[in-house]
């Protein structure tokens, strides 16, 4: 069984700090996915990382997929009250079960 | 396009009873996913169905069951309801089986199932 771990489990910051988070399997993903979850409703999917090595960016946010395709991490520039929230990493849909990672619960205060 | 809606939104229920909710994903989908996500907690893996077949389930007793119909549609029932069962049900949609990956899933807003 693919096990995901993120770390940290909590991160609180002061606006316009940066940060990262990390998404680590046993195994190689096919691909990756990052979501973000707001309390009480459903995850909002953010990206979706393919090939190794891949970088994509979605405004202050930088997804990167680890050569190797076992790791991912998300970095957050500048982070604002609007980043907090829960972020999910999961492996690719359609695969083996759809496991999500434990999460990385981020709280920016102003 | 209509996203993946989940039916109803909050659902209260007394301990023993039955729950039944329902999923209808994106149009195209055919593989729907099942999570329950405890208060404060991440999400762990209930049920995947795909082209109207369970494909697998997570580690959760036999009165979690659930089925797919022929439109993709989907249904979660909750048997001999227990308070630990308290929790937002979450269902997910994807395209299914892609070879080489990539797809991408999405999710409804839940269901909030509170047994009293």
């Known amino acids: 069984t693919q096990l995901l771990e993120q770390s940290p489990q909590f991160l609180s910051i002061q606006e316009g700090e940066n940060l990262t988070v990390y998404c680590n399997s046993s195994?190689?993903?096919?691909?990756l996915q990052w979501y973000r979850q707001e309390p009480g409703e459903g995850p909002v999917l953010l990206v979706t990382v393919v090939t190794g090595g891949e970088v994509k960016k979605l405004k202050r946010l930088t997804f990167q997929f680890g050569d190797a395709r076992k790791d991912s991490s998300l970095h957050i520039t500048a982070a604002q009250p609007g980043d907090t929230g829960l972020y999910l990493c999961a492996q690719a849909p359609g695969t083996y079960k759809y496991i999500f990672g434990t999460g990385t619960r981020l709280k920016v205060l102003a | 396009e209509a996203g993946v809606t989940q039916s109803p939104t909050h659902l209260i229920k007394t301990r023993g009873q039955q729950a039944t909710l329902r999923c209808s994903p994106i149009?195209?989908?055919?593989?729907v996913y099942w999570y329950q996500q405890a208060l404060g907690l991440g999400l762990q893996f209930l049920l995947w169905y795909d082209e109207g077949e369970e494909r697998n389930r997570g580690n959760f007793p036999p009165r979690f069951s659930g089925r797919q119909f022929p439109n993709y549609s989907s249904e979660l029932n909750v048997n001999a309801l227990e308070l630990e069962d308290s929790a937002l049900y979450l269902c997910?949609?994807?395209?299914?089986?892609?070879?080489?990956?990539?797809?991408?899933?999405?999710f409804g807003q839940g269901t909030r199932l509170t047994v009293v």
């Open positions: 149009s195209g989908h055919t593989s």
């Open positions: 195994s190689v993903f096919s691909s």
């Open positions: 997910a949609s994807s395209p299914g089986k892609v070879v080489g990956g990539g797809t991408s899933a999405f």
